[in-house]
């Protein structure tokens, strides 16, 4: 059985992205197919494509989610936002505190122009949460954070001095070009690369479609995975939504055996989530346009385990932490020594890697 040591590999920390290419698409691209690996760029992600494929993209938009404040006491305190609570009333979130000794239940937060008060705070095993609601309703919450929220960069990116969104150039550099709904409190990291010219560029040569999901990626993807046993991982929730029309799209390209491609994980999650929703009575109109949860955790059990997606035929994803969710989700598509020669060919050819890294096209 496969451990958490077991998805470990060595990273120089030269290789760990800081700052995104000057150009979207200047990223390395690695191509994977019919286990042969080859090494392109982003711009020329036409060329690697079959014609006809339809792109499913994550359309979800980053808020600046992390807050810097104050206790009654005056003492600094920092939010992150992890997960909201839906209501009609005051906007109401679960947040990561830090330092999480001075946020107790009953008292309240002060941020630049608003405040929070902390309902509770819940003792998880693996990470500790707290619920607070703020002085806003929803509109006016989402307004007042694009003005003085921060961008929830992932701590293994450093910045010496931490600017508000609207001052910081990780507020465009962050967020996809195509992003929509708001709610996500970590990019969908593989969509950074594209640009409206890229697009273009591949419907009108290749006739590529783009159909978009709404999955508002959680700050659960941060997350390490503590237990050697990583069955005893616990994923955080997501909201996800399919349109009808983004599913009979998928649909037809499968019926028509074309290809139908993940823009990164948060987009597979999504499709898996909602196939196996409908996968007993092969049935799914009643779970389109609706919003649904999901935590799946998709893992490799053994070295020869292989996961065959119900909707896709391949993925363009950045390359991940070692340890993490994303890559045993990777190695339970493609085969785990598989992806150990992919992951060690990246790094023999300098590709940079995590969220403003590289990425790779890997097809089954």
Not at 41 to 50: I, K
Not at 82 to 97: C, S
Not at 153 to 163: G, H, N, S, T, V
Not at 225 to 248: N, R
Request: hydrophobic content about 35%; glycine content about 6%.
């Amino acid at each position: 059985m496969l451990k958490r040591s077991d998805f470990f590999y060595n990273l120089p920390d030269e290789l760990i992205a800081q700052y995104p290419a000057d150009h979207r698409t200047d990223s390395k691209l690695l191509v994977y197919r019919d286990q042969s690996i080859n090494d392109s760029v982003t711009r020329n992600l036409a060329m690697h494509v079959p014609e006809n494929a339809v792109f499913v993209r994550n359309n979800s938009r980053v808020i600046p989610s992390r807050l810097l404040g104050e206790t009654q006491h005056g003492g600094k305190v920092e939010l992150m936002l992890i997960e909201p609570i839906p209501g009609n009333g005051d906007a109401t979130w679960k947040a990561f505190g830090k330092p999480l000794k001075k946020m107790k239940p009953d008292s309240k937060l002060f941020f630049n122009g608003g405040n929070a008060y902390i309902e509770d705070r819940v003792q998880d095993e693996d990470s500790p949460y707290l619920i607070v609601s703020f002085d806003k309703s929803w509109a006016e919450f989402y307004s007042w954070i694009d003005k003085v929220g921060y961008i929830p960069l992932p701590p293994y990116i450093k910045r010496e001095k931490a600017e508000t969104a609207p001052q910081s150039t990780d507020a465009i550099r962050y967020q996809t070009v195509y992003a929509e709904p708001k709610g996500s409190v970590a990019a969908p990291t593989a969509g950074l690369h594209f640009t409206d010219d890229l697009i273009r560029t591949m419907v009108n040569d290749k006739g590529i479609e783009f159909v978009d999901i709404t999955l508002h990626v959680g700050a659960g993807t941060f997350l390490p995975v503590k237990s050697e046993d990583i069955d005893q991982h616990k994923m955080h929730f997501e909201t996800y939504m399919l349109p009808s029309a983004s599913f009979q799209a998928i649909q037809k390209a499968r019926a028509e055996n074309r290809k139908v491609i993940a823009v990164g994980t948060t987009s597979l999650r999504c499709l898996e989530s909602f196939f196996r929703l409908g996968c007993d009575t092969h049935s799914w109109d009643n779970y389109l346009d609706l919003w649904h949860q999901t935590n799946l955790f998709i893992r490799p059990k053994t070295k020869n385990d292989r996961f065959r997606p119900g909707l896709i035929d391949g993925i363009m994803t950045n390359f991940h932490q070692p340890e993490s969710t994303l890559l045993m989700l990777i190695s339970a598509m493609f085969g785990y020594d598989e992806v150990r020669r992919i992951y060690q060919h990246a790094i023999e050819q300098r590709y940079r890697f995590f969220s403003y890294g590289d990425s790779s096209l890997l097809m089954f």
